[in-house]
Structure formats: structure tokens, C-alpha cells
Nanobody, 116 residues
Framework: QVQLVESGGGLVQPGGSLRFSCSAS????????MRWYRQAPGEERNLVAG????????NWADFVKGRFTISRDNAKNTVYLQMHSLKPEDTAVYYC?????????WGQGTQVTVSS
């Protein structure tokens, strides 16, 4: 079955950087777009970034443009989110996502806390 497993979260100071990985299995990874979402306490889950199956196309939420980079390695069935210039408002649980038809698949999430 489809499995998405995130790793790489943690505590970081404002202005710092983090890199997430999402390892995928159970489907033809190179054929599907991937997304990162985040959800802060008491808030809705919001799209952060997306990447096309080939990796040549990306899209971004306005709040992360210029600070985050999404990439993928189809040989490793892995999608990445590199985050720079982190702010306290980036504190959230970050989720890896893909979808097939009307079904969304989610990882378990990884916590990012930006605090001094």
C-alpha cells in the first residue's frame, strides 16, 4: 500500500535551516506529483509547495517563496523540502502528500519548531 515516511524535523533557531525527506513506497513514485503541507496548532493544513512527477515544475505558497526549495529524487523515491531563513511562524507539523484520483495519502508528519 502507499506509504509516505517523513524525517528531518526538529528544533531550530530563527534564521536557521532544516531539510526534510519523505520516503515513498507502494506506488510508482516517478509518475505522481508530490506536495508538502503544514499545520500549525489550531489552524488548517496549508499547502507549502508542490512538485511535478519529473521534478521540472514546482509551485509555492506565497509565505515561503524564496526561502524553501522542493526537490525530488525519483531513483530514491524521495521528495525533499529544504528550508532556509526560518521564522517562528514556520512552526508547524509538516506533512508529505500525494494523491491518486480522489484519494489523498499522507505521511505521519514531522514537527518543526522555530524558537530561540
Amino acid at each position: 500500500q502507499v506509504q509516505l515516511v517523513e524525517s528531518g524535523g526538529g528544533l531550530v533557531q530563527p534564521g536557521g535551516s532544516l531539510r526534510f525527506s519523505c520516503s515513498a513506497s507502494g506506488f510508482a513514485f516517478s509518475s505522481y506529483a508530490m506536495r508538502w503541507y503544514r499545520q500549525a496548532p489550531g489552524e488548517e493544513r496549508n499547502l507549502v509547495a508542490g512538485i511535478t512527477p519529473s521534478g521540472r515544475g514546482t509551485n509555492w505558497a506565497d509565505f515561503v517563496k524564496g526561502r524553501f526549495t522542493i526537490s525530488r529524487d525519483n531513483a530514491k523515491n524521495t521528495v525533499y523540502l529544504q528550508m532556509h531563513s526560518l521564522k517562528p511562524e514556520d512552526t508547524a507539523v509538516y506533512y508529505c502528500n500525494t494523491w491518486m484520483g480522489t484519494t489523498n495519502y499522507w505521511g505521519q508528519g514531522t514537527q518543526v519548531t522555530v524558537s530561540s
